[in-house]
């Protein structure tokens, strides 16, 4: 890993800040819940917006037509053209009542 500094002190690495969002997102076909990962001065809709052809997802469970789990999955790459909707939620582990 490689540190660098401005003239003004700024840090500069090669490692990404992100903070885990839980969100649930519904896709062309199924409907998950699980944490997006943003950048800690952006928002979901900016992580949405990104270039790149897969969302990761982590802590993942995707959802049958009747609620019931079908499986979870420590990580779940989603293809960002099939993302119908993101509602991001409070979970019960992050102090919500969700």
């Known amino acids: 890993m490689t540190i660098e500094y401005d003239e003004k002190g700024k840090i500069f690495t090669e490692i990404i800040s992100k903070e885990p969002v839980y969100a649930t997102i519904q896709t062309t076909s199924h409907l ?5 990962h943003v950048r800690r001065d952006q928002r979901i809709k900016d ?25 979870q999955s420590p990580f779940l790459a989603v293809k960002r053209d099939h993302i119908v909707w993101v509602l991001p939620e409070e979970h019960k582990d992050d102090g919500g009542n969700a």
């Open 47 to 71: 992580e949405l917006d990104q270039h790149e052809n897969f969302l990761a997802l982590t802590d993942v469970t995707v959802l049958g037509e009747d609620g019931q789990p079908l499986f």
């Open 32 to 36: 998950m819940r699980g944490y997006i």
